[in-house]
C-alpha cells in the first residue's frame, strides 16, 4: 500500500513524543511511535536545557519509525517558546540553553522597562508579561554575560535550533518567535527599533518564516544514523500555536483551552488587541498559523498537580493522573488558590507552596494526595472561568462553549469541574492537541488538506470529543 506518513515531534516541558499521521479514508490516524521523559537540569547554577539528549532523542524515534517500516514523507518539531540557543561564528553554541524557569530573569522586566516603558512595550507587541519571555531573558545575558551576546551570531528558539541539527539549515518560524516579546504585532515582523534600543545585536535576528515553509533535506549524517531521508517542514512550532491549529471547530469565534503544562485559555482575533484593558488583565497576542492572533490567557496548568505527583514518587507514593483525578473527588476540601501565583511557576516544593497558600488564606491545610488534588483542580477551573469573564469582556463577544484540547482534555474530574465553574457547555478531545497540529501544518503543505477549515473538519470526525 502506498501510504504516505507524516511525522510529529512534539517536546514539551516534561515529555516529548514521536506521533506518526496518515490518513484512511476522510480520516486522520495516528499513533505515538516513540515517547521520553524531558525536564529541565541543575547545571552550573542554573536550569538548563539537554538540547545534546534532545538530538539523540529526536533521533532514535526516527530510527523507530525506520524499525515499524512506516518512513515519514517529512517532519517537524514543536516545543514550548520563549527559551532559545545563541550560536556564535562557528554554529556551535555561544553559551548553555537556559530554561525559562531559571531565576536569571528575575529583576529583567523592571531593567527593560527603564529603556521601554512596559506600556508601550505591550502596545508594540501585545505580548503579556511574563517574567521568563526572551525580551528578558536577553536582557539577562546582557546584564551578566555581556560576552555571550558579543559572539553570538544567530538566536534560534529551541524548535528552530532542533531543525538546525537535523538539517543545517537556520529558520527562524514565526508563531515561536512571537513569544520571544520582540516581534511587532502589526507588522508580522521583528521590531528593530525595539531591538535597537535594548541593545540587542540586530544580527541575532534574521527572516522570520511561515509554518508549512520546507526547511530541507535531513543532514548527510543524520540520513545514515536513522537510515532515510526527508523534508524537514515547519509546524506551528510553539505547541500552543499548533495546538490551536487542532481544535475541531469549523467557527472563527471558536473559544479554546490548550490543557497541558501549561493551560492556554483564548481565542483567535484577525487584529492584535493590544489595548491598555488587554495588558491589565495580561492576555498575550501571540501569533498563529496564517497569522491568526491567538488572543489568551497563560494560567499555570497542569505543571502544579505534575509535580506534586513527582512529588509524592520521591517518597515512594506512585499515583496515575487519573488515580489523583478520582481521590481529588472523594476528597472533602473546596480551599482553592491563585493558580496563576509566580509563587507556583518554580518552588522548591510545590506541595508545601500549594499548603502554605492555603494556610495563609485561612483554609484548612491540605494534606493528602487527594486534598491536594483537589486543591488544584478546583483552582485551575476557578481560573479557567475569570480568565473567560475576562476575554468576553475584552472582546465583546459571548462564548456558550468551550474547546479543550491537548493532554488536560482528558482530566474527566477537570472538565466536569470546567462545565459547572464556566457555566458554559466543555468539548474535550482531542487529547493530542500540539502534535496534530503540527501534522496539520505538514500535510496542508504537502496538499493533503486544502485549507485549516478542511484540516480541523479532518479532525472533527477522526477523534472522540466528549461534550460536558
Not at 106 to 114: R, T, W
Not at 198 to 213: A, V
Not at 333 to 354: G, K, Q, Y
Request: charged residues 30%; contains cysteine; proline residues 3%.
Amino acid at each position: 500500500m502506498n501510504r504516505k506518513y507524516y511525522l510529529a515531534v512534539d517536546i514539551g516541558a516534561s515529555s516529548g513524543r514521536h506521533i506518526l499521521a496518515h490518513v484512511d479514508g476522510d480520516r486522520i490516524v495516528i499513533e505515538e511511535i516513540y515517547r521520553f521523559h524531558n525536564g529541565s537540569v541543575e547545571k552550573d547554577g542554573h536550569r538548563v536545557w539537554e538540547t545534546d539528549r534532545f538530538l539523540r532523542e529526536i533521533i532514535a524515534g526516527m530510527k523507530a519509525c525506520k524499525a515499524a517500516g512506516k518512513i515519514p514523507v517529512s517532519m517537524g518539531i514543536d516545543t514550548w517558546g520563549v527559551d532559545y540557543a545563541l550560536l556564535d561564528a562557528s554554529d556551535e553554541l555561544a553559551a548553555p540553553t537556559y530554561a525559562y524557569r531559571d531565576y536569571r530573569t528575575n529583576g529583567m522586566d523592571e531593567a527593560v522597562y527603564e529603556i521601554v516603558p512596559e506600556k508601550e512595550l505591550y502596545k508594540r507587541t501585545g505580548i503579556q508579561r511574563a517574567i521568563y519571555n526572551t525580551i528578558y531573558q536577553l536582557m539577562a545575558s546582557k546584564k551578566s554575560e555581556p560576552e555571550v551576546l558579543e559572539k553570538a551570531e544567530t538566536m534560534l528558539m529551541m524548535p528552530d535550533y532542533l531543525h538546525f541539527l537535523l538539517t543545517g539549515k537556520k529558520c527562524q518560524e514565526y508563531t515561536n518567535a512571537t513569544t520571544s516579546g520582540l516581534v511587532d504585532a502589526k507588522t508580522n515582523d521583528w521590531d528593530f527599533d525595539l531591538i535597537e534600543k535594548l541593545g540587542y545585536p540586530k544580527k541575532l535576528f534574521g527572516e522570520l518564516s511561515m509554518p508549512g515553509t520546507v526547511v530541507g533535506d535531513l543532514k548527510e549524517e543524520i540520513q545514515n544514523e536513522v537510515g532515510f531521508n526527508c523534508k524537514v517542514v515547519l509546524p506551528a512550532t510553539h505547541d500552543t500555536g499548533s495546538a490551536v491549529i487542532a481544535v475541531p471547530s469549523e467557527s472563527d469565534e471558536a473559544l479554546y483551552l490548550s490543557s497541558g503544562t501549561w493551560s492556554l485559555l483564548g481565542c483567535e482575533l484577525k487584529e492584535a488587541n493590544c489595548s491598555e484593558d488587554a495588558r491589565k488583565a495580561n492576555f498575550t497576542n501571540e501569533g498563529g498559523y496564517d497569522h491568526r492572533y491567538r488572543f489568551l490567557k497563560n494560567i499555570m496548568g497542569l505543571w502544579m498537580i505534575q509535580s506534586v505527583k513527582d512529588e509524592l514518587e520521591a517518597k515512594g507514593e506512585v499515583y496515575s493522573f487519573a488515580e489523583l483525578c478520582d481521590l481529588a473527588e472523594k476528597a472533602d476540601c473546596d480551599t482553592t488558590v491563585d493558580a496563576n501565583d509566580d509563587r507556583f511557576l518554580a518552588p522548591s516544593s510545590m506541595t508545601e507552596e500549594i499548603q502554605k497558600a492555603v494556610t495563609e488564606a485561612g483554609g484548612k491545610k491540605p494534606e493528602t494526595p487527594g486534598e491536594l488534588a483537589r486543591v488544584i483542580y478546583r483552582s485551575l477551573a476557578e481560573c479557567y472561568a475569570k480568565g473567560i469573564d475576562n476575554l468576553e469582556f475584552l472582546t465583546g463577544k459571548k462564548y456558550d462553549s468551550l474547546h479543550i484540547v491537548g493532554g488536560g482534555s482528558n482530566a474527566d474530574y477537570l472538565n466536569r469541574l470546567t462545565a459547572g465553574m464556566t457555566g458554559r457547555k466543555v468539548y474535550a478531545g482531542p487529547g493530542e492537541g500540539s502534535s496534530l497540529g503540527n501534522l496539520g501544518a505538514q500535510m496542508i503543505a504537502d496538499g493533503v488538506f486544502k485549507d485549516l477549515y478542511d484540516f480541523r473538519k479532518a479532525v472533527g470526525r477522526s477523534f472522540e470529543v466528549k461534550e460536558y
